[in-house]
């Protein structure tokens, strides 16, 4: 069975940090550009950071994420994190892993497998 499992969105307040984690089973990650995408209530899904497979490729950042957030992976593993730093209150939304292949489009619909999404709330 095939499972993509986000986890470690909490509330936390401005300019603190949360690291996500998404770990996938059933398949392998290896082969799979994973992104990170976000969507707040009332906006679009939009892409937040993709790291490719095998370093095919560029990684990929949101412009209003770059300096403060840090993807990675671990293949042994099969989870890909995001690290979140600085956050601000207009971090707060679900944050969802999507795998697509081999490289960072950041393209929605290319995205094979989608997690549940995790909720990351940064308020005071």
């Known amino acids: 069975q095939v499972q993509f499992v986000e986890s470690g969105g909490d509330l936390v307040q401005p300019g603190g940090s949360l690291r996500l984690s998404c770990a996938a089973s059933?398949?392998?990650?290896?082969?799979?550009?994973i992104g990170w995408y976000r969507q707040a209530p009332g906006k679009e899904r939009e892409a937040v950071s993709c790291?490719?497979?095998?370093?095919?490729?560029?990684?990929y950042y949101a412009d209003s994420v770059k300096g403060r957030f840090t993807i990675s992976r671990d293949n042994a593993k099969n989870t890909v994190y995001l690290q979140m730093n600085s956050l601000k209150p207009e971090d707060t939304a679900v944050y969802y892993c999507?795998?697509?292949?081999?490289?960072?489009?950041?393209?929605?619909?290319?995205?094979?497998?989608w997690g549940q999404g995790t909720q990351v709330t940064v308020s005071s």
């Open positions: 999507a795998a697509e292949p081999t490289y960072c489009t950041v393209v929605i619909g290319r995205n094979e497998y």
């Open positions: 059933g398949f392998s990650l290896d082969y799979y550009a």
């Open positions: 790291i490719p497979s095998n370093n095919e490729g560029n990684t």
